[in-house]
């Protein structure tokens, strides 16, 4: 599962992992805010024994904190510490973080040598094709990377400029996989076992990273598998999956408290409902109530799926 700001937090990678994802990624947590001893970070970074096997995704822009946060997050015993290196928005590629240090090679591998030289653990480094159409350079960071001591890397197949737009483009991802002898995993647009196999077929990569096909669905993963396997995937019942969501909602309030939980799962209940024929409605009812019970009792009397 791909590394969502927002979205990946601890009780969204524990459904997840139950349903079937290999790895997972916490939100992108600041290399600078840590080192600054910033609570809130040291909290999207923590992962306890129901979210392993997880990996802790990083960013920033300064080979020094970038060390130093790198070695923070070893309390939390991820398997990887993952640099982020694709975020295309302004206020974190602005800074020249994320997407940035696409346009800066040599500092990107000053980054990844600071935290590889930090841990005694895989660093893995994700990133875009490249700054925009007329700067494609994935395989050259690629390069870097590897020679700056990654342990993997991940494409997202479309350049910052894209943003989230359009395609993701899967030759390019294909041409890293054959640069690079570490191993490479592709994302961008892996919705179902279908678009997966594709993925895996046309770039010869060795995973892929699933980002917004999760969006109310972290179920995705086992039906994925079921279709890499050639078996029919396991039927989930609507029962089941609002168990799951009435779950995450106990997992949210237990971390965050009642009044962030309940704002935050909004969005999720309005993924998971997304396309049903009174989605409006109900989505209407959920952004009304304050309440766990509230939420509770909605969630329990409404057909979701
Ligand atoms: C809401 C949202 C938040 C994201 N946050 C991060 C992030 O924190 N770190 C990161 O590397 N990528 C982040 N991404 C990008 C995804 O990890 C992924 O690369 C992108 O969505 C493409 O994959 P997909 O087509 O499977 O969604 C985010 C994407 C979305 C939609």
């Known amino acids: ?11 969204f990678r524990r459904l997840c992992l139950r349903y079937g994802a290999d790895l997972v990624f ?10 600054f001893g910033d609570e809130k970070s040291y909290e999207l970074a ?18 020094k904190s970038i060390a130093f946060a790198a070695k923070e997050m070893l309390k939390y015993s991820p398997v990887t510490i993952d640099i982020n290196m694709g975020c295309p928005v302004p206020k974190i590629a602005g800074s020249g973080d994320g997407s940035a240090l696409m346009k800066k090679p040599e500092l990107a591998g000053e980054i990844i040598y600071a935290a590889v030289e930090a841990v005694d653990i895989p660093v893995t480094v994700k990133i875009r ?3 925009d159409s007329s700067s494609i350079n994935a395989i050259e960071i690629a390069k870097i990377a590897e020679s700056n001591g990654a342990a993997a890397i991940t494409v997202h197949g479309r350049t910052r400029a894209q943003g989230y737009e359009g395609k993701a483009n899967r030759s390019v991802i294909k041409s890293v996989k054959s640069a690079v002898n570490i191993p490479v995993f592709a994302n961008g647009d892996v919705r179902d076992g279908q678009s997966a196999i594709e993925m895996l077929v046309e770039t010869g990569c060795d995973g892929v990273m699933v980002g917004r096909g999760a969006l109310g669905s972290p179920w995705i993963f ?23 969501i009435l779950e995450q909602l106990e997992m949210m309030v237990a971390d965050k408290g009642e009044s962030s939980a309940i704002h935050e799962i909004r969005k999720h209940i309005a ?29 329990s009397q409404t057909e979701l799926f």
Do not use: C
């Open 129 to 131: 094709s490249g700054w």
């Open 1 to 11: 599962m791909a590394p969502m700001a927002g979205v990946t937090d601890r009780a």
């Open 46 to 63: 923590r992962l306890d024994d129901s979210d392993r096997p997880a990996s802790i995704q990083i960013f920033g822009s300064e080979p």
């Open 26 to 35: 916490t939100e992108m947590v600041s290399a600078k805010a840590v080192s």
């Open 271 to 299: 993924w998971y409902i997304k396309g049903i024929p009174n989605a409006a409605s109900i989505r209407a009812s959920v952004f009304s109530v304050h309440t766990k019970e509230n939420l509770k009792e909605i969630l």
């Open 222 to 244: 086992e039906e994925i598998k079921a279709k890499l396997e050639n078996r029919n995937p396991r039927i989930i019942t609507a029962e089941e999956k609002r168990e799951a």
